[in-house]
C-alpha cells in the first residue's frame, strides 16, 4: 500500500462512524486511551454486520488490532468499516481508522483492525446469516 495512501480519507465509502474523543476519554498525556478507540471499532464494525445479519450479533474475536499513531483530543476520528467475509452464521469486518488533527489539515490513518461477530438468535444461540 502507498504510505501517502495512509494520511487521505477513503474516497471510495462513507465513514460509517465519525466521533471528536474528549478529555475523559484521554489519559494525562492527551493520548486517547487503546480502549476507547478498541470501543469505538468494535462499534463500527458491528454496523455493516447487523445491517447483513438482519438482527442481533455479537462479538466473537478481535482477529487483529495494529495501533500506527496517537488519537488526540479533538481529532475527528472516521471509522471505515466494510465486510471482509461471510460465513454461515459469522461476518469478519475490517475496519479502518483515520484521525483528522485538530486543524483538520492533517489526516492520519490511526488503526487497523478485523473484527469476527456472530449472528443469535433470541436465546443468544448462534443463527444462519440471511442469503442477500
Do not use: C
Not at 68 to 87: C, E, T, W
Not at 99 to 108: D, G, N
Amino acid at each position: 500500500m502507498d504510505i501517502d495512501s495512509d494520511k487521505v480519507l477513503p474516497t471510495d465509502q462513507a465513514p460509517t462512524l465519525r466521533v471528536v474523543p474528549m478529555p475523559s476519554d484521554a489519559n494525562y498525556s492527551g493520548d486517547i486511551f487503546g480502549g476507547w478507540i478498541m470501543s469505538q471499532v468494535d462499534i463500527a464494525g458491528s454496523i455493516p454486520a447487523a445491517l447483513l445479519a438482519k438482527g442481533r450479533i455479537v462479538t466473537i474475536a478481535v482477529n487483529s488490532f495494529l495501533f500506527k499513531q496517537p488519537v488526540h483530543i479533538g481529532d475527528l476520528v472516521s471509522f471505515y468499516a466494510s465486510v471482509s467475509r461471510v460465513g454461515k452464521t459469522s461476518i469478519t469486518v475490517d475496519v479502518e481508522v483515520y484521525a483528522q488533527r485538530r486543524s483538520l489539515e492533517a489526516t492520519v490513518k490511526v488503526t487497523d483492525a478485523t473484527l469476527t461477530y456472530v449472528a443469535v438468535d433470541e436465546e443468544r444461540k448462534p443463527r444462519s446469516i440471511p442469503k442477500a
